[in-house]
């Protein structure tokens, strides 16, 4: 068989015996639930990593959306979204973490905390907080064994900040 026969159909810049059809990448997902409050460059304007997105989820009301970047596993970046009927007392009573700070100028209550490292993985900031949307967030960056959360509080607060701001 000629190659002029196996081409039977091809035209165009590239349409010889020795270069095969290119191939098309087909384009991510699109993002849904709690994925769409992640910003990418955002995040890595406020956390100086360029994150993808590793896996999302929903289970029962709540939509849970992690991050983490290509080349490692961690840092990584979840956010969870639950919707609520709590108000601030029931916020302030019932979902602040033991040992949790407050945190101003976020939702109608927020909370920081920063947990040590355990069994592998580095500590990480979580920020959470009552939305004025009747949603409760929780917003979660581990690090890498050595890494400094204490340093990394202001930044992740900020981001937090950022998702509120967007409220999808």
């Not at 159909?9 to 994925?35: D, F, I, K, L, R």
């Amino acid at each position: 068989m000629a190659s002029g026969t196996l081409l039977a159909g091809c035209s165009g810049a590239g349409a010889s015996a020795h270069e095969p059809p290119a191939v098309v990448s087909p384009s991510p997902p699109a993002p849904t639930g709690a994925c769409l409050l992640l910003d990418f460059p955002r995040i890595e304007q406020r956390l100086h990593v360029r994150m993808a997105v590793a896996g999302a989820a929903n289970h029962d009301k709540t939509s849970t959306c992690v991050a983490r970047p290509t080349e490692a596993a961690l840092p990584e970046l979840s956010v969870s979204v639950t919707p609520s009927k709590a108000d601030v007392a029931v916020f302030r009573a019932a979902m602040l973490p033991d040992g949790a700070k407050a945190v101003t100028a976020l939702g109608k209550v927020a909370y920081s905390q920063l947990k040590p490292a355990v069994k592998g993985r580095g500590p990480y900031v979580e920020i959470g907080w009552l939305a004025g949307n009747a949603r409760l967030l929780v917003l979660k960056v581990t690090l890498p064994e050595g890494g400094d959360a204490a340093a990394l509080l202001p930044d992740v607060v900020e981001l937090a900040k950022d998702i509120d701001r967007a409220g999808v």
